[in-house]
């Protein structure tokens, strides 16, 4: 079965550095999906990066990239020069099978609540 | 803008009524909806996958009487709870991608309070 752990419940972070959140995850699937997204207060949940099990390249988009160690299984969200905005909680989720089944379900992981200090 | 929309997004109700929360994909079709559910500073819990034309797909503990999926279309997709409790009081939220490479597209959620 597959599986999802965050091991860091709570982080605060001074504003302008940068923070990694972590995330391991456990599949026997070759092929899968690696997501990271946020939710603020408000509860939306916003997508920011994904990370394909055959992708050579680490993920990037913007202030937000991911580190992929494929060997040991983990998929770490680094957001650079942090921002207040930034204050959330940060899910990451994993998609087993195809890339191209959108059958595949998501998990998520239990969660990091990130705060961004002034 | 918005590709995956979720109505009511609030929704207060008596115990013992039933309440339906819609999803709908806006600007693709979706065979696949998912639906989450999200206690309070907690995960979000995969619930069902809703399946076009087909029977939902229910995890391990959902109760599929309590919790009716229909998937009449390829936009939409519709959850009701049925002879809601006060321990059915959470956050629902669905969401759909247009293939498995791409992310899930999450609805704005419906919170809802049993009274």
């Known amino acids: 079965a597959q599986k999802i752990t965050q091991t860091q419940p709570g982080m605060f972070v001074q504003e302008k550095e940068a923070v990694t959140l972590d995330c391991t995850y456990d599949?026997?699937?070759?092929?899968?999906?690696l997501f990271w997204y946020k939710q603020p207060s408000s509860g939306e949940m916003i997508f920011l990066i994904y990370?394909?099990?055959?992708?050579?390249q680490n993920a990037t988009e913007g202030r937000y990239s991911l580190n992929f160690q494929k060997a040991r299984k983990s998929a770490n969200l680094v957001i650079s020069a942090s921002q207040l905005g930034d204050s959330a909680m940060y899910f990451c989720a994993m998609r087993e099978g195809s890339r191209y089944s959108s059958a595949s379900k998501i998990i998520f992981g239990s969660g990091t609540r990130l705060s961004i200090r002034p | 803008g918005a590709v995956v929309s979720q109505h009511p997004s609030r929704v207060i109700c008596k115990s013992g009524t039933s309440v339906k929360i819609e999803c709908r994909s806006l600007d693709f079709q979706a065979t696949t909806m998912f639906w989450y559910r999200q206690f309070p500073k907690q995960s979000l819990m995969l619930m069902a996958t809703?399946?076009?034309?087909?029977?939902?797909?229910?995890e391990q503990g959902v109760e599929k009487d309590k919790f009716l999926i229909n998937h009449a279309s390829l936009t939409l997709s519709t959850l009701t709870v049925t002879s809601a409790h006060p321990e059915d009081s959470s956050f629902y939220i669905c969401s759909a991608s247009r293939t498995g490479g791409s992310p899930l597209h999450f609805g704005n959620g419906t919170r809802l309070t049993v009274t």
């Open positions: 809703s399946n076009e034309g087909s029977k939902a797909t229910y």
């Open positions: 990370q394909g099990s055959y992708d050579e």
């Open positions: 599949t026997s699937d070759q092929s899968y999906g």
